[in-house]
């Protein structure tokens, strides 16, 4: 049997990232969380911090804290449920940040109990988000995983659509009146910007435009979406963003279409628990709304290609 008083400190210390202000959290002693955390360990066999600054879980801690959060926040939407409106609850997410630069806010605003959610929202590219929901992080992800995790359920949000932009002065720099499919130099050798090491929509760009040089030889890393869209704008490299993003730059003409008519389309779904509460599914009717409104509909072909 899991003491939950046990896990209660254990997440207090990894989110505040030390013993003092856990115990004040809890207004405990220090002692005491240090006494419910060896206990704790001396219970399974094994630690469950390592005791660094700040503390840190190990594989083992790290899985009781997740599962003692979603136990934390299925309580905390029963509460909300039964019209405790004095409760907030702690929702976390996995989102892609071009989502979160666009059209999720409002649709998070949206939702019917919003005012008692307290939103945390973790950041990652679209093709590697659902580990937050494999290791029981978050509450619900979206991403472009189309295969629920162990528990979960999905339902897709639509279709999210990017091309590859540039300032016209990249362009220029790069080979005007050349065609853009054979730039010179070769498309793999100019610059492009990434989101992180695990955005990878500018490798399947060049793999599709030159399958013989499929990895870009130069890029730059970006881990916002509005720091990627304004290195773009200041011609330090072209990227793969949502048409939906940068559509009023590309009316006044400060991005243009490196390869005109080609596209490269993302699928998002949103990943939920088979244990939701009616919280979280009012969440999840708002976003599917929201993204009914804004993304493209899955009707047409998926994938990459030309208009």
Known sequence: MIDYRALEALVAVIETR??????????ISQSAVSQRIRQLEFKLGQPVLLRTTPPKPTE???????????????EQGLL?????????VRIRLAVNADSL????VPALAAAPDSHSMDFELLVD?????????????????????????N???LQPLGILRYRAFASPDFVARHGAGQPLLMPQP???QLPCLIFNQDDRLQHRFLQALCPQQPEPQRYHISPTSEGFVRMALEGLGYGMMPQLQVARYLEDGTLVDMVPGYYLDVVL?????????????GLREAVVAAARDCLIPLSPPLGKGRE
């Not at 801690?61 to 299925?74: D, E, F, I, K, P």
């Not at 580990?131 to 509450?139: F, H, I, L």
């Not at 779904?269 to 599914?281: A, G």
Request: hydrophobic share 35%; aromatic share 8%.
């Open 80 to 88: 909300l449920d039964e019209g405790d409106h004095g409760q907030s």
């Open 125 to 149: 590219d679209q093709d590697v988000g659902l580990r937050r929901m494999k290791n029981g992080e978050v509450m619900a992800c979206i991403c472009a995983a189309d295969t629920p995790v």
């Open 60 to 74: 083992l801690g790290q899985r009781l804290a997740n599962h003692r959060q979603q136990v934390q926040q299925l």
């Open 269 to 281: 779904y949103w990943h939920y628990w088979q244990t939701e509460s009616p919280v979280m599914r």
């Open 151 to 153: 528990g979960g359920l």
């Open 18 to 27: 030390g013993f003092e202000r856990a115990a004040q959290r809890l207004n």
């Open 101 to 104: 630069d666009t059209w999720l």
């Open 186 to 188: 070769p498309l793999a």
